[in-house]
C-alpha cells in the first residue's frame, strides 16, 4: 500500500513481520505492515494491546528484542537525505542491532519518546548528563561545555523553566510533566528527522497531556521532523497527526488522512471503536461494546483477525483468508471484503 | 444538615493526612493533606462520580470510605439496615453489617485476584469471610452472581491467569456484589483495559447498578468515564472537593475555575477541527507546600488578592450545587457544549 510516494518518503516499512518465538508458542506480532512516514509529517498509529503499535516502532528503531523477536520478512527502509541531493538509503531489518551503522541513526536520525519518563531515564545521573551524552555520543567534536549549553537551550525550548540551573537536577526531582518535557529536550537535541512518541502522554494528567500535545506540535514546526505518535486514544491522535493508521493483532486495518478517517470510518472495528469510546461532547445513552474478548496473541487467524468480533463478518468469506487491503476511498485504505469488488 | 430517609451515607469534615518524615528518627516535620475537610451525602441508588488529577485525593477518599485507611478526623455515617452506623467507630458487629453494605472495585485486575485462588473461592470469600453462606448454598450464589456479570459456571473452577482483563475485572465486580451490599466504591474500575474492552464494563456497571438499585462511588480521573456513567459529580483538587453537582448542570456549567479548566483540556474530536486542544499552563499542586488562601489560586486565571487571603469553603451555590470559590456568583464559565452529531464525529 502506498500513500502518495513522493521524494518526501522518509521512513518506508514495506510488508514487515515479525515474530516472538516463546515457549508457549510464537506470536506473529506484525503480520505483513507497510506503510510510510513522510518528512515532516505527523503519523498517529492506534491500537490495543497486542496489536503491533510499539513492535513496529521497535523494528523502526531497530531494537526489537532478539531473542526472542525476529524479523522473518519484509523491510524497513530509511531515506536519509544527505547533502546535495543524494539520499542515503538504509535497510534497517538488515543491519545488526548493535553495530556502528544502526548507532549512528538511533538517537541522531530517529528518536523516541516513551510513554513513562520515570522509569526511561537514569535515576542516578542528573537530567542534563544524559542529555549532554546524547549530544556527544553523536557529535564527539562538541565540547562538554558546548554540549551543556545545547541541553540547557533544549531544556528551555521545551518550557522547563530556570534551565540552567535544573540541568543539575535529578529525575526524581521532576513532576511527570517536567520530566515528560525533559524526555523530548533530550529526543530532540540531536535535531532527529523523526521523533517516535509511543503513548508519551498516557502517565500524565489531562491538563498536562494537553501542554505535551501541542508542545509536540510547536517543536515540529520550528524543527521540521516527522512524528510517528502511537497511542490508545483516537481522540488524543486526531488531534496531533495529519493521517491515521489503525492496527489490530499485527495488521494495518485502516490508513488515511486524519480527517478522511474520522469523517468515513470504513473498517467494522474503527467505526465499533468511536461507538465504545466515552467522550466529552458525544451521546451519553448508551455505549455499543465491541463484543467478545481480544484473541489470545498465539492464535493463528486464517482470515480476517477481527472475525470473531465483528458486526458486519461475512461467514465464508471473512473466516476463509485474509482481506486485502483495498483503496476504497481516494487515498483511503481499508482492509476489509466488505470493499472488495 | 435535615434528616433525609433516601440519604445513604454522610461524610463529615473527612480528613486523611499523611505525616511527611524527616531523619533519622523519623520526626514528623509536616503533613500530606490527602483528604481536607470533605463534606458530603451520597443518596441511595445514585452514582457519584469522582474526579480529579492524580494527587487530588480521590483514591484515599474513596479508601477512607470503605476504612482501608483510618481517618484523620471527621465522620463517616452509614444508613443501612435501619441503622445508622458510625463507619470511623465500628464495633465488631457493626463492621460485619458495614463489610456487607459496601464493597469496593479495583483499578488493576491483574493485581486484585489471588492468583492461587479459583473463581469460585475468590468470589466466594466475602460469603464465607461474613458468615453468610457455605456449602451448597455459597456456591449457588457465587453461580448466580456469575452469570450477572456476564461469565460462565463453567469459569468457577478456574483460576486468575486464565482469563483477560475484562473478564478478569467481571470476577472482581462478582466478588464485590455476591454479598449484596448496598454501596460499591469503584477506583478506576476501567483504567486498565483496553478501550474496546472499557465499555463493556462500563454498561455492566451501569447495568448492575439499574436493576439492583446500588449506589456507586465512582473514583476516576477520566472525564468523559465519569461523565458517562454518574448522575452527579464530585470534583476535587489537592484533598478537597472543590465542587459539586449534577452531571448536566456540572458540566454544561461549571461553577469553579479548576472544573472549567479540566473540562477544556479533555481531548475531543473537534480538536482537529480547530487544529488545537485548550491548554493552560501549571501543574498539580506539590502537596507538601501548598499555597495560602484558595489552594488552586496559582493556577486560576480569575484569582483575585481575596484569593490569597482567605480559603474559600464549599457552599452551596443553589440548592444541590456546591462550590469553593468566592467568585462563583460573578464569573461565567466555559463548559461542555455536546456535538450535534454523535458519529461519526
Given at each position: 500500500?502506498?500513500?502518495?510516494?513522493?521524494?518526501?518518503?522518509?521512513?518506508?516499512?514495506?510488508?514487515?513481520?515479525?515474530?516472538?518465538?516463546?515457549?508457549?508458542?510464537?506470536?506473529?506480532?506484525?503480520?505483513?505492515?507497510?506503510?510510510?512516514?513522510?518528512?515532516?509529517?505527523?503519523?498517529?498509529?492506534i491500537g490495543e494491546s497486542?496489536?503491533?503499535?510499539?513492535?513496529?516502532?521497535?523494528?523502526?528503531?531497530?531494537?526489537?528484542?532478539?531473542?526472542?523477536?525476529?524479523?522473518?520478512?519484509?523491510?524497513?527502509?530509511?531515506?536519509?537525505?544527505?547533502?546535495?541531493?543524494?539520499?542515503?538509503?538504509?535497510?534497517?531489518?538488515?543491519?545488526?542491532?548493535?553495530?556502528?551503522?544502526?548507532?549512528?541513526?538511533?538517537?541522531?536520525?530517529?528518536?523516541?519518546?516513551?510513554?513513562?519518563?520515570?522509569?526511561?531515564?537514569?535515576?542516578?545521573?542528573?537530567?542534563?548528563?544524559?542529555?549532554?551524552?546524547?549530544?556527544?555520543?553523536?557529535?564527539?567534536?562538541?565540547?562538554?561545555?558546548?554540549?551543556?549549553?545545547?541541553?540547557?537551550?533544549?531544556?528551555?525550548?521545551?518550557?522547563?523553566?530556570?534551565?540552567?540551573?535544573?540541568?543539575?537536577?535529578?529525575?526524581?526531582?521532576?513532576?511527570?510533566?517536567?520530566?515528560?518535557?525533559?524526555?523530548?529536550?533530550?529526543?530532540?537535541?540531536?535535531?532527529?528527522?523523526?521523533?517516535?512518541?509511543?503513548?508519551?502522554?498516557?502517565?500524565?494528567?489531562?491538563?498536562?497531556?494537553?501542554?505535551?500535545?501541542?508542545?509536540?506540535?510547536?517543536?515540529?514546526?520550528?524543527?521540521?521532523?516527522?512524528?510517528?505518535?502511537?497511542?490508545h486514544d483516537l481522540?488524543?491522535?486526531?488531534?496531533?497527526?495529519?493521517?491515521?493508521?489503525?492496527?489490530?493483532?499485527?495488521?494495518?486495518?485502516?490508513?488515511?488522512?486524519?480527517?478522511?478517517?474520522?469523517?468515513?470510518?470504513?473498517?467494522?472495528?474503527?467505526?465499533?471503536l468511536?461507538?465504545s469510546i466515552?467522550?466529552?461532547?458525544?451521546?451519553?445513552?448508551?455505549?455499543?461494546?465491541i463484543?467478545?474478548?481480544?484473541?489470545?496473541?498465539?492464535?493463528?487467524?486464517?482470515?480476517?483477525?477481527?472475525?470473531?468480533?465483528?458486526?458486519?463478518?461475512?461467514?465464508?468469506?471473512?473466516?476463509?483468508?485474509?482481506?486485502?487491503?483495498?483503496?476504497?476511498?481516494?487515498?483511503?485504505?481499508?482492509?476489509?471484503?466488505?470493499?472488495?469488488? | 444538615?435535615?434528616?433525609?430517609?433516601?440519604?445513604?451515607?454522610?461524610?463529615?469534615?473527612?480528613?486523611?493526612?499523611?505525616?511527611?518524615?524527616?531523619?533519622?528518627?523519623?520526626?514528623?516535620?509536616?503533613?500530606?493533606?490527602?483528604?481536607?475537610?470533605?463534606?458530603?451525602?451520597?443518596?441511595?441508588?445514585?452514582?457519584?462520580?469522582?474526579?480529579?488529577?492524580?494527587?487530588?485525593?480521590?483514591?484515599?477518599?474513596?479508601?477512607?470510605?470503605?476504612?482501608?485507611?483510618?481517618?484523620?478526623?471527621?465522620?463517616?455515617?452509614?444508613?443501612?439496615?435501619?441503622?445508622?452506623?458510625?463507619?470511623?467507630?465500628?464495633?465488631?458487629?457493626?463492621?460485619?453489617?458495614?463489610?456487607?453494605?459496601?464493597?469496593?472495585?479495583?483499578?488493576?485486575?491483574?493485581?486484585?485476584?489471588?492468583?492461587?485462588?479459583?473463581?469460585?473461592?475468590?468470589?466466594?470469600?466475602?460469603?464465607?469471610?461474613?458468615?453468610?453462606?457455605?456449602?451448597?448454598?455459597?456456591?449457588?450464589?457465587?453461580?448466580?452472581?456469575?452469570?450477572?456479570?456476564?461469565?460462565?459456571?463453567?469459569?468457577?473452577?478456574?483460576?486468575?491467569?486464565?482469563?483477560?482483563?475484562?473478564?478478569?475485572?467481571?470476577?472482581?465486580?462478582?466478588?464485590?456484589?455476591?454479598?449484596?451490599?448496598?454501596?460499591?466504591?469503584?477506583?478506576?474500575?476501567v483504567?486498565?483495559l483496553d478501550v474496546s474492552i472499557q465499555a463493556?464494563?462500563?454498561?455492566?456497571?451501569?447495568?448492575?447498578?439499574?436493576?439492583?438499585?446500588?449506589?456507586?462511588?465512582?473514583?476516576?480521573?477520566?472525564?468523559?468515564?465519569?461523565?458517562?456513567?454518574?448522575?452527579?459529580?464530585?470534583?476535587?483538587?489537592?484533598?478537597?472537593?472543590?465542587?459539586?453537582?449534577?452531571?448536566?448542570?456540572?458540566?454544561?456549567?461549571?461553577?469553579?475555575?479548576?472544573?472549567?479548566?479540566?473540562?477544556?483540556?479533555?481531548?475531543?474530536?473537534?480538536?482537529?477541527?480547530?487544529?488545537?486542544?485548550?491548554?493552560?499552563?501549571?501543574?498539580?499542586?506539590?502537596?507538601?507546600?501548598?499555597?495560602?488562601?484558595?489552594?488552586?489560586?496559582?493556577?486560576?486565571?480569575?484569582?483575585?488578592?481575596?484569593?490569597?487571603?482567605?480559603?474559600?469553603?464549599?457552599?452551596?451555590?443553589?440548592?444541590?450545587?456546591?462550590?469553593?470559590?468566592?467568585?462563583?456568583?460573578?464569573?461565567?464559565?466555559?463548559?461542555?457544549?455536546?456535538?450535534?452529531?454523535?458519529?461519526?464525529?
Amino acid at each position: 500500500m502506498n500513500m502518495q510516494t513522493t521524494n518526501n518518503v522518509l521512513v518506508d516499512v514495506q510488508d514487515l513481520k515479525v515474530q516472538f518465538l516463546l515457549h508457549e508458542g510464537t506470536v506473529h506480532a506484525l503480520e505483513g505492515v507497510s506503510f510510510q512516514i513522510q518528512q515532516g509529517k505527523t503519523l498517529g498509529v492506534i491500537g490495543e494491546s497486542g496489536s503491533g503499535k510499539s513492535v513496529t516502532a521497535q523494528a523502526i528503531m531497530g531494537i526489537i528484542p532478539s531473542p526472542p523477536g525476529k524479523v522473518v520478512g519484509g523491510r524497513v527502509l530509511l531515506n536519509l537525505p544527505e547533502e546535495g541531493a543524494s539520499v542515503r538509503v538504509i535497510n534497517v531489518t538488515e543491519l545488526p542491532p548493535s553495530g556502528a551503522e544502526i548507532r549512528s541513526i538511533r538517537g541522531k536520525e530517529i528518536s523516541m519518546i516513551f510513554q513513562e519518563p520515570m522509569t526511561s531515564f537514569s535515576p542516578v545521573h542528573t537530567l542534563g548528563n544524559q542529555i549532554m551524552e546524547a549530544v556527544q555520543l553523536h557529535y564527539p567534536d562538541v565540547s562538554k561545555k558546548e554540549a551543556r549549553e545545547r541541553a540547557i537551550e533544549m531544556m528551555r525550548r521545551v518550557g522547563i523553566p530556570r534551565a540552567e540551573e535544573r540541568i543539575d537536577a535529578y529525575p526524581y526531582q521532576f513532576s511527570g510533566g517536567m520530566r515528560q518535557r525533559a524526555m523530548i529536550a533530550m529526543s530532540l537535541v540531536c535535531n532527529p528527522r523523526m521523533v517516535i512518541a509511543d503513548e508519551p502522554t498516557t502517565a500524565l494528567d489531562v491538563t498536562i497531556e494537553a501542554q505535551i500535545l501541542e508542545l509536540l506540535k510547536d517543536l515540529q514546526k520550528e524543527f521540521g521532523m516527522a512524528i510517528m505518535y502511537i497511542s490508545h486514544d483516537l481522540t488524543v491522535v486526531g488531534g496531533v497527526a495529519d493521517e491515521v493508521m489503525v492496527m489490530y493483532l499485527g495488521l494495518v486495518m485502516e490508513h488515511a488522512a486524519t480527517d478522511e478517517l474520522f469523517d468515513n470510518p470504513l473498517h467494522p472495528y474503527t467505526e465499533a471503536l468511536w461507538r465504545s469510546i466515552p467522550t466529552i461532547d458525544g451521546d451519553i445513552e448508551r455505549l455499543t461494546p465491541i463484543r467478545g474478548v481480544l484473541p489470545s496473541p498465539f492464535a493463528v487467524h486464517q482470515g480476517c483477525p477481527f472475525y470473531s468480533r465483528c458486526e458486519k463478518r461475512i461467514e465464508g468469506v471473512c473466516d476463509q483468508s485474509r482481506p486485502p487491503m483495498i483503496e476504497a476511498r481516494p487515498q483511503h485504505w481499508v482492509r476489509c471484503f466488505l470493499y472488495t469488488e | 444538615m435535615n434528616a433525609n430517609n433516601n440519604v445513604l451515607l454522610e461524610v463529615e469534615g473527612l480528613r486523611k493526612y499523611f505525616p511527611i518524615q524527616k531523619g533519622l528518627m523519623r520526626r514528623t516535620v509536616g503533613n500530606i493533606k490527602a483528604v481536607d475537610d470533605v463534606n458530603l451525602r451520597v443518596q441511595r441508588g445514585e452514582v457519584l462520580g469522582v474526579v480529579g488529577e492524580s494527587g487530588c485525593g480521590k483514591t484515599t477518599l474513596g479508601r477512607c470510605l470503605v476504612r482501608v485507611y483510618e481517618p484523620t478526623g471527621g465522620q463517616v455515617i452509614l444508613h443501612t439496615d435501619g441503622r445508622e452506623l458510625s463507619v470511623t467507630e465500628l464495633n465488631g458487629e457493626e463492621m460485619r453489617l458495614f463489610r456487607r453494605s459496601v464493597q469496593m472495585i479495583f483499578q488493576d485486575p491483574f493485581a486484585s485476584l489471588n492468583p492461587r485462588m479459583n473463581v469460585l473461592e475468590t468470589v466466594g470469600e466475602p460469603l464465607k469471610v461474613n458468615g453468610l453462606a457455605s456449602g451448597r448454598t455459597l456456591e449457588d450464589r457465587v453461580a448466580k452472581v456469575i452469570q450477572q456479570v456476564g461469565l460462565r459456571v463453567e469459569h468457577l473452577r478456574r483460576y486468575p491467569h486464565s482469563f483477560s482483563g475484562g473478564q478478569r475485572q467481571r470476577i472482581g465486580i462478582a466478588r464485590a456484589l455476591v454479598v449484596e451490599p448496598e454501596l460499591i466504591v469503584a477506583d478506576e474500575p476501567v483504567s486498565a483495559l483496553d478501550v474496546s474492552i472499557q465499555a463493556q464494563i462500563l454498561n455492566l456497571l451501569k447495568d448492575l447498578q439499574e436493576q439492583q438499585n446500588l449506589t456507586y462511588i465512582f473514583v476516576s480521573h477520566n472525564m468523559s468515564v465519569i461523565r458517562y456513567i454518574s448522575d452527579r459529580i464530585a470534583v476535587m483538587y489537592a484533598g478537597k472537593l472543590v465542587e459539586l453537582g449534577p452531571k448536566q448542570e456540572l458540566l454544561a456549567h461549571p461553577k469553579h475555575p479548576y472544573t472549567e479548566l479540566l473540562l477544556a483540556a479533555v481531548p475531543r474530536a473537534i480538536d482537529r477541527r480547530r487544529g488545537h486542544r485548550i491548554v493552560t499552563p501549571g501543574e498539580p499542586p506539590d502537596l507538601a507546600h501548598l499555597p495560602s488562601g484558595c489552594v488552586f489560586r496559582p493556577r486560576c486565571k480569575y484569582a483575585h488578592e481575596r484569593c490569597a487571603e482567605e480559603e474559600p469553603e464549599l457552599r452551596e451555590l443553589a440548592p444541590g450545587y456546591h462550590v469553593s470559590c468566592h467568585f462563583a456568583e460573578d464569573l461565567s464559565l466555559g463548559g461542555v457544549i455536546p456535538r450535534v452529531k454523535s458519529f461519526p464525529a
